[in-house]
């Protein structure tokens, strides 16, 4: 099995822009491993899908459950993983380092810190506070001794909150303070993929939900991206066929 160095350096050569690839979400080691003999490149969690196999509504996984998680699928593959940390488990600056810390010893390639705030009534981080949580992080994936490719997300589209000026703004702030990945899932068009990849200089990562699905590969390589990702669909796929099989 290749080390954790040499998997976060195979993670680090695929984020080509204008050469996408895909990367699944796995939620077990299970899945992982049928993934990978797919012909997965590399792999991410799925905090909604993890939180699936627990009972569980997405966000009610804590840190230590989530690590472990994460050391047990980064363990059973050969090629790198990604962590959906969602917003690192904290709202300051010091819980998202101490995320990329701990995740940058079980195994990972890589890993996300988001910016929503856990509070329904007013979802998304404050801007300064956002971007000042991931300078902090990228620090700590910079000093982290296997490597760590570090993807910081804005989550405003998801939540109604801002509009797409505003999301290519956040993502250039995470760009300047050290995210190696940027990634904006909600992008409502192939227009606005384009928006977000011409206005920052690192990879960008884009969810495909129904919407952008219809278009082919190719579309996304002429917009720029780099990473196709497919969030908790398969792990909700899969669940949803365990419902209709049982009900037989």
Known sequence: MPTTPEKVAAFRRLHQPGAPFIIANAWDPGSARILQGLGAKAL?????????????????VAREEALAHCRLVAGGVDIPLSADLE????????????TIRAASETGLAGGSIEDT??????????KSLA???IAP?????????SGFVLTARAEGLLWGRG???????????????????LFAPGLPDLAAVKAVCSSVDK???VLV????ARHKIEEFAAAGVARLSLGGALAFGAYASLFETAQV
């Open 203 to 205: 990879p960008v990562n």
């Open 137 to 145: 992080a990228a620090e700590a994936a910079r000093a982290a001794s």
């Open 163 to 181: 509009d797409l000026k505003e999301i290519i703004a956040r993502l250039r702030a995470f760009d300047e303070a050290g995210a190696d990945v």
């Open 131 to 133: 971007i000042e949580r």
């Open 44 to 60: 991410a969690t799925t905090s909604s899908g993890f939180a699936l196999t627990l009972g569980r509504k997405d966000y009610g």
């Open 87 to 98: 917003n690192g488990f904290g709202l300051s600056p010091a819980d998202a380092a101490a």
């Open 209 to 212: 939900p129904a919407g952008l």
């Open 117 to 126: 705030s856990r509070d329904a009534n007013d979802p998304i981080i404050d």
